[in-house]
Structures are given as C-alpha cells and as structure tokens.
C-alpha cells in the first residue's frame, strides 16, 4: 500500500486500526464509483436513478451510514475540484480523472446544497426516520441543486 492510500484508509476509519484493517478497499472503490455515477446522473429526467437508488439503499440499514458518509467524501472532493484546490487536499484521487470531469457539470453551490441535503440525511436516519423516503428526498434535492 503507498503512502497515500494508508493516509486515505486512516482518514475514513477516523484512526482507527482495526476499521481501517477490516475495510474491504476493493468493495469500497466499487462503491465509490458507482456513487460517482449516481452524482453525475442524477435528475429530473432520470427519477429511474431515483427510486432505484433509494430502494436499494434503504434495505440495507446497517451499510447506510457508511455508504453516505462516502457519499459526503466524494462531494466534498467534487467541490474542491470546482474550486479549484490542488490534488494533496483531494481523499478520491484514484477517481481524479473521473472526478474532474463530473465537478465542472455543476457549481460549486450545486455541490455545497448537496453536501448539506446528505448530512440533513444523516440526521434524519440517525432518528430512525423512513429511510427510503429519506433517501428519496435527499436525491430529489440532487436534483433540484442542479
């Protein structure tokens, strides 16, 4: 493992060894891409990406957290590719190439709004809210944030 994916692996287990030991990278890179995907493709004319999304997603209560907390990195990179930072701030870059690319198709208030619909998110299922209907609301203000 370089150096930069040991630092990447302890910045998302938040120090801790043994999560960080237990993640399966592989899964997780094909989670962050197809995340990315969703990001890039997400709206009004494609509620399909919607439902289906949140459907999946919604069954599977005790990944939802980290799948969202992936989602806020990936956003968060998005953002600072459209602002214009330099790579050493970025936590995704083996997703760079890809992640250019998607960051210029929205602003950078398109990608804070959502930032801040996943967290609202995040809060909302922490209360043990309707997790479909959450994720559901937090896409369509994907797409509103457009």
Excluded at 40 to 63: L, Y
Aim: net charge negative; proline share 1%.
């Amino acid at each position: 493992m370089t150096e930069s994916e040991l630092d990447f692996h302890a910045q998302r287990s938040h120090g801790s060894v043994d999560k960080a030991l237990a993640e399966n990278s592989t899964e997780m890179e094909v989670l962050r891409e197809e995340l990315l995907e969703v990001l890039e493709k997400v709206s009004f004319d494609r509620m399909d990406i919607v439902f289906a999304f949140a459907k999946t997603w919604a069954r599977q209560t005790e990944q939802l957290q980290p799948v969202l907390n992936e989602l806020l990195g990936l956003i968060r990179d998005l953002a600072l590719y459209r602002s214009g930072c330099g790579q050493s701030d970025i936590q995704n870059r083996n997703l760079s190439a890809k992640m250019i690319l998607v960051a210029q198709t929205r602003s950078l208030k398109a990608w804070l709004d959502r930032f801040t619909a996943v967290r609202n998110t995040q809060i909302a299922l922490s209360g043990n809210a309707n997790a479909q209907l959450f994720l559901e609301n937090m896409l369509i203000e994907f797409c509103e944030a457009a």
